[in-house]
C-alpha cells in the first residue's frame, strides 16, 4: 500500500527547504549581521533588518544554488540595508523638521571607551562611502574574505575588485585624517 502520494512529498520538500534554511541562518547570521551594521545598518535595527535578510531567503533559497547562499544572502543583505537607510534618512528628516529645539549635544567622547570611539567612527566612515566601494572594504577588510571570492560573490572582474578597494582603503583614510583634524581642532580651540 502506497501513502502519502504527492501530499506525503510535497510534505517532505517542505522539511527538506526548512531544514536548509535552519542551517543557512545557523551559519550565515553573524555574517549577515555583520553586513548589516557595515553599511550603515544602526544596532537596534539590526536584528529586524537581519530577520528580514533571512525571510527572503525562506522565499527564494530553492532557486539559489547551494555555493551561492553566502553571495546571496550578502547581496539581499546590501539591498536590505539600503532600505533601511532610505528609512532612516526619512524618520530623522521628519524629526528634524518637528524639532523645535536646537540639538543637544550628546555624551562626549571623552567620556567613551576607545573602542566605542573607534567603532563610531568605522560605522561613520562606512555611512559616507559609497555602497560600491562599501562592498569591497567590508568584504576585504573586515570579512577578511579574498579578492577572488569578491570577485564570484559581487560577480565583478578581480581588476574590479583591486580597483574599489584601492579606492575605498583612499576614502577610509581620508575620512580618519579629517576626523584626527577635527579633534585636534578642537582640542587646540579648548587648550
Given amino acids: 500500500m502506497i501513502t502519502g502520494g504527492r501530499a506525503g512529498l510535497a510534505d517532505r520538500k517542505m522539511s527538506i527547504e526548512s531544514a ?46 547551494v555555493e551561492r547562499e553566502r553571495a546571496f544572502l550578502f547581496a539581499t543583505a546590501a539591498r536590505i540595508a539600503a532600505n533601511a537607510r532610505r528609512s532612516i534618512r526619512r524618520r530623522q528628516t521628519a524629526y528634524d523638521s518637528l524639532s523645535q529645539a536646537p540639538e543637544e549635544p550628546g555624551v562626549s567622547q571623552d567620556e567613551l571607551s576607545d573602542q566605542l570611539r573607534a567603532r563610531a567612527l568605522l560605522d561613520q566612515v562606512m555611512a559616507d562611502m559609497p555602497d560600491d566601494l562599501r562592498e569591497v572594504f567590508v568584504l576585504f577588510e573586515i570579512e577578511e574574505i579574498s579578492i577572488q571570492d569578491i570577485a564570484t560573490t559581487l560577480d565583478i572582474p ?10 575605498a582603503r583612499q576614502a577610509f583614510q581620508q575620512a580618519v585624517t579629517r576626523h584626527r583634524a577635527r579633534i585636534g581642532f578642537r582640542q587646540g580651540a579648548v587648550g
Fill in 20 to 65: 536548509r534554511l535552519t542551517r543557512v541562518a545557523q551559519e550565515h547570521l553573524d555574517f549577515v549581521w555583520r553586513c548589516l551594521r557595515r553599511f550603515g545598518v544602526p544596532a537596534a535595527d539590526a536584528d529586524d533588518a537581519a530577520q528580514q535578510v533571512f525571510l527572503v531567503a525562506a522565499d527564494k533559497l530553492a532557486d539559489v544554488p
Fill in 158 to 167: 578581480i581588476g574590479t575588485v583591486g580597483s574599489r578597494l584601492r579606492r
